[in-house]
């Protein structure tokens, strides 16, 4: 199949960047969407041309590397799927894909679809923890957690950090990120005794990096790899409320 | 002829009963005290499990850490793409676990090819990586009751594994690394995300620093230390395919080799049976299937070559359940290793299905008329929706295509009982290491060795280097020794991007795999190997003849970075081939055809091979040279694996 | 007082203030909508209300300010969130499209702030249309009150006039399409379970509002009533 491709290349943040017109003639409906860059990508160095960088590592979904925007969607139009999973059979012969990097101000660029999200692990620092030593820890069966709440901390906890709802979201919020981390660890006994502290040093943070207000469009949990639930954002706004009015 | 050493390597394992080694050990070990504790620096070097949970730990006790990840973040390293789960001795079920069986167990599923005190303690400290997990939040999966649930896993007879759904390896990273976070907030822990390890530095003979490359700049970068730890992972991606990550790589660990550290049993592999299979040229990397599939599905193939109806066509007389036939009594579950090599032996004899014939059907039909679509949905309903995305065939209608894929390294930079490497300075951690699988490894095992590396090993081990080397001289990244390291590196670069060949790193990436697969994979053979080595060395020579690298050092270079991980493969690559064709014996993933009984079982020679090979680099024009380290059976007795 | 300034600053509670004034501004326009309905009852009935508001007198001008300084902080805080995300992303997106599902883009989220600012203007012309206007008088019973009713009748007769507040309340209605279900979000009063419920709810109570609105205009206009 032919699919052609209009790429987001930037040589580094001081640049301007530019899209540029690619064809793939020769394209396979059971590649994924990164084996089709792999693709490209040898034919530019056999012709002498510079490689699209992109960020890659499991390609199965679950490392949160990847973050590519394709026709305007992050990860792509299959819903619960990073852009790894996401192969050419969804797309038709002919087919334009327009391939741009996450857009932020808090993910600075590095080079053509490659960004920096290291905000991301400062929003963690600031917070996303349980202040455990190691060492020796009470029994694991001395702290029970009932299935409700521990099934519910795991949907909050499959976050895998890729960014997408940053991406998508109009205000580029990362709001569903935090909130999927705070509402983990909120429903958890182990979690509780920093709850406060937690809430108010990860929102915070989340402002200070650069990340704009919620405005509830729920985009991000459109687009989200692993389909974390916007009730994350309304648990965290709970937390902040709680904590503001207990903590000293 | 091998130039060999025997029993030269002293793996420091401490006197005594097994169960007491680690506690007398630990009795014995020196303390740094707390305040001179922040006068140390460690540099770790990966943020996977071991990484992540010993730069944590580190943290926790007073050292300053510095971390260092490939990738733009350390949550991403590739532990957490491990779905299954994580064994401990903790004996919740009641079923009669005791840490002798997981330690048993462990042993006999590496077909006795590792340390029997090393593999004790790693049961020991099981139970308290569990503890340790819950207590950072990791959701484990949990009974109405609000206790920890268990399954079994691998064919073990005991329910000793815990799991957080399939996303287990994901969830124990994400702990780690939250630790790891909460020390970067204090300061203890200086991250530096986007770096890569191109060298170790060595001064009086310990390593003291290492040279990074800065994967964003180019920017070659020095980092001293008091000790560096190496958590770098496996080197599976050498077969090209691997259900590894793109880019996990061996650069780390081959550059500590050529700087002295020696290399145990690099030719143990594992071949995990059931990946997603290859559907093209273009296929860049696989994807495992969990393990737990073969509980309830059949593995067959035609019984005649070519048959090429489609699958629900073919009648029940004209199909082979060859696992079933071979092994009556463990079927489907015969371990990793002996699947793995049926599948490729089926396929060899062109009975194999798909575009390629390089697959196996593994069908469902059975349970699903057994158990109902529902029933299935419920234990599988995730793989299946996977297994969909991947390949667009519906597994409840058409019987699921599975091919095995190198999956995981058991061989690694040799380490002694305090995981030092024979340089001292230098500690080896989880995958990297060769130590704890021997010849196999057992489901459920990695994740629990990554952690105990990282939490609760190397705290107490590194302590007692560190406090002999209290009074040795601070050295800084001005010394010589930094310099000439740094050089030599650049010149490495400038050497490969000066090439301008005509051929992509990936074609030669893609040779070096087929080369591997074919002779250094699930079946070896004398012939073959010989053939291997020669062929890799002309690669290597073609390799930096023709090598075609796009753009400069001085920026994000992916492909730059590729080509320097391919040229140190087409290195490990041989060595593997070397290791592969000294081992007259079959023993876990390691199969000789050489060495098989008549009904093709694997034969082991515990006379000669009851030990270690640990290759030590000589230079590039020379061989390397085999030390071994004697495995000395005391505890428990050695016996030939059957599943027939 | 550092606590509430915290508070008021950080984005969660930006966002709780918004909700919460906007629930205010809701709850006023109900009793406003309530209010209008008394025309359907008489040009009595409706003075009456009309009048027996005006008696509160003090009580009046708080709850005139208070609505005042909700609306003005309301406001002010979706025009620097809007603002805001100007400055969170600087390069925008060459192509940009929602992916459906689960997102809550839409005509009416997409364009909170206009239909917001749209709102904001037409207050002003709406006060000044009645609030401020000079009404005739009528006397019930011996009590001399505006006749509220006869002016209503008289602005809705134009045609122009009328066809702008029928916009403006269609344009309410897609506000509060979003706004409501938005607020419970804000609130933090949404769990996976209520979630779709409460977005039905919005969406219904938004098409109710508006057409109440939209209703007492158009029969003055068509003179049904």
């Known amino acids: ?197 937690r809430v108010v040093n990860m929102v915070d943070q989340m402002a200070e990096e650069g990340f704009g207000d919620c405005s509830n469009y729920a985009e991000c949990e459109a687009v989200c790899p692993a389909e974390i639930s916007i009730t994350s954002i309304a648990k965290m706004r709970r937390e902040y409320f709680n904590a503001l009015s207990e903590i000293e | 002829m091998t130039a060999s050493k025997n029993g030269t390597l002293n793996s420091k394992v401490p006197e005594g009963n097994l169960q007491d080694k680690w506690d007398n050990h630990k009795n014995n070990l020196r303390l740094v005290n707390p305040a001179n504790k922040r006068k140390f620096t460690v540099l770790v070097v990966g943020t996977g499990l071991a990484g992540a949970s010993a730069a944590a730990s580190l943290a926790e006790l007073g050292y300053n850490v510095k971390a260092f990840t490939i990738l733009d973040s350390p949550r991403r390293a590739h532990s957490i793409a491990a779905q299954g789960g994580i064994n401990a001795a903790k004996n919740y079920p009641n079923d009669g676990d005791t840490v002798w069986r997981l330690f ?43 206790l920890l649930d268990n399954r079994s896993f691998g064919g073990a007879q005991v329910s000793r594994t815990f799991y957080a759904r399939g996303q287990t390896g994901q969830q ?245 009982y305090n995981l030092s490497s024979n340089i001292p300075g230098l500690y080896v951690l989880g995958e990297a290491n060769f130590a704890d699988h021997g010849g196999n490894r057992l489901g459920a095992s990695a994740l629990m060795q990554g952690l105990a590396d990282g939490y609760f090993v190397v705290p107490y081990t590194l302590s007692d280097y560190l406090a002999e080397n209290l009074h040795s001289k601070k050295i800084g990244t001005d010394h010589e020794a930094f310099e000439k390291t740094e050089k030599e590196t650049m010149e490495r670069i400038n050497k490969l991007l000066s090439v301008k060949g005509k051929k992509t790193v990936l074609d030669f990436h893609r040779e070096l795999g087929e080369l591997m697969w074919d002779n250094v994979g699930m079946s070896r053979n004398r012939k073959n190997l010989e053939m291997a080595i020669k062929k890799i060395g002309e690669l290597r020579d073609e390799f930096w003849k023709d090598v075609n690298i ?44 050489e060495h098989q009984t008549e009904d093709g079982e694997a034969v082991r020679d515990d006379e000669k091979f009851s030990n270690v090979s640990s290759w030590e680099y000589k230079g590039d024009d020379k061989e390397p040279v085999k030390h071994t380290e004697d495995l000395n059976f005391e505890f428990v007795t050695p016996t030939q694996r059957s599943y027939k | 007082m550092s606590k ?30 309530l209010g209008n309905l008394a025309y359907f009852a008489g040009a009595e009935a409706i003075n009456t209300y009309s009048h027996t508001l005006h008696q509160l007198g003090p009580l009046l001008w708080i709850v005139r300010l208070g609505l005042l300084a909700f609306f003005l902080y309301h406001a002010w805080l979706g025009v620097s969130i809007w603002l805001e995300r100007r400055r969170a992303r600087p390069e925008k997106y060459e192509v940009y499209a929602s992916r459906g599902g689960a997102s809550r883009q839409s005509w009416s989220s997409s364009s909170m702030v206009l239909t917001g600012i749209l709102l904001f203007l037409f207050v002003i012309t709406h006060l000044n249309t009645f609030a401020f206007h000079d009404f005739a008088t009528i006397t019930y019973g011996g009590v001399e009150m505006h006749d509220v009713h006869a002016r209503l009748t008289e602005v809705f007769l134009q045609p122009l006039y009328t066809v702008y507040y029928v916009v403006i309340m269609v344009l309410l209605g897609m506000h509060l399409r979003h706004g409501v279900w938005s607020a419970f979000q804000s609130l933090g009063w949404m769990s996976r379970k209520t979630n779709p419920i409460i977005y039905s709810i919005a969406f219904v109570l938004a098409l109710i509002i508006a057409i109440g609105f939209i209703g007492l205009p158009l029969s003055i206009y068509f003179q049904l009533v």
């Open chain 1, 1 to 197: 199949m032919t699919i052609h491709l209009k790429i987001w290349r930037q040589k580094d943040k001081n640049s301007p960047g530019k899209l540029v017109d690619y064809t793939v003639d020769d394209a396979n409906p059971d590649m994924s969407f990164l084996e089709l860059l792999d693709w490209l990508n040898e034919r530019l160095m056999n012709e002498g041309r510079e490689p699209v960088e992109f960020d890659h590592d499991c390609r199965e979904g679950i490392c949160g590397s990847c973050n590519l925007v394709l026709n305007g969607m992050a990860h792509g139009p299959m819903q619960g799927t990073a852009v790894c999973q996401l192969h050419m059979r969804k797309y038709k012969d002919g087919d334009t894909i327009v391939v741009e990097p996450w857009r932020a101000k808090a993910f600075p660029m590095i080079k053509d679809l490659v960004v920096d999200r290291s905000a991301f692990d400062r929003i963690m620092a600031a917070g996303g923890y349980i202040s455990v030593n190691t060492g020796a820890p009470a029994d694991a069966n001395a702290i029970p957690v009932d299935k409700y709440n521990a099934d519910q901390a795991f949907d909050y906890a499959a976050c895998i950090g890729c960014g997408a709802c940053v991406a998508a979201c109009p205000n580029s919020s990362a709001s569903l990120f935090t909130g999927a981390k705070i509402s983990q660890l909120a429903h958890l006994p182990q979690g509780d005794p920093e709850r406060n502290r």
């Open chain 2, 104 to 146: 048993h167990d462990t042993i006999k599923g590496g077909d006795y090819r590792s340390r029997e005190a090393n593999v004790y303690r790693l049961a020991q400290v099981s139970n308290s990586i569990i503890d340790q997990c819950v207590a950072q939040g990791v959701p484990f999966a949990r009974e109405y009751g609000g």
């Open chain 2, 172 to 416: 124990l990273l994400l702990g780690a690394y939250s630790a790891m976070m909460r020390q970067v907030h204090t300061g203890k822990i200086e991250l530096f995300p986007r770096r890569e390890m191109l060298d170790l530095v060595k001064v009086d003979g310990k390593a003291r620093g290492l040279v990074a490359r800065n994967l964003t700049t180019g920017e070659i970068e020095r980092y001293a230390g008091d000790a560096v730890l190496l958590c770098t992972g496996g080197y599976g991606n050498v077969y090209y395919l691997s259900t590894m990550a793109k880019n996990c790589n061996a650069t780390a660990v081959w550059r500590c080799y050529k700087r002295g550290a020696q290399f145990g049993n690099p030719s143990f592999t594992q071949i995990h049976p059931t990946c997603i299979p290859v559907s093209g040229k273009y296929q860049s990397k696989l994807t495992l299937m969990s393990e737990s599939l073969r509980n309830d599905g059949r593995v067959w193939v035609p019984k005649k070559k070519g048959d090429n109806r489609p699958p629900n066509e073919i009648p029940e007389e004209d199909r082979d359940y060859y696992l079933e036939r071979r092994y009556p009594s463990f079927g489907n579950l015969a371990p990793r290793d002996v699947s793995s090599r049926s599948a490729k032996y089926v396929c060899d004899e062109g009975r194999g299905v798909g575009k390629t014939g390089l697959a196996v059907y593994m069908d469902f039909a059975d349970s699903i008329k057994r158990l109902g679509v529902d029933a299935i949905k419920a234990k599988y309903g995730n793989l299946f929706a996977m297994y969909e995305k991947i390949t667009a065939e519906n597994p409840y209608e058409v019987p699921m295509r599975i091919f095995p894929a190198v999956h995981f390294t058991m061989g690694g930079l040799w380490v002694d």
């Open chain 2, 550 to 593: 796009p753009g400069e050092n001085n920026t994000l270079n992916k492909y730059l970075e590729y080509a320097l991980r391919v040229a140190d493969y087409m290195e490990l690559g041989e060595l593997m081939a070397r290791d592969a064709l000294d081992r007259e014996e079959s023993c876990g993933g390691h199969f000789r055809e």
């Open chain 3, 4 to 33: 509430a300034a915290t508070f008021l600053n950080s984005q969660v509670g930006r966002k709780i203030a918004t909700g919460v004034t906007g629930f205010g501004l809701v709850l006023f326009i109900i009793v406003h909508l």
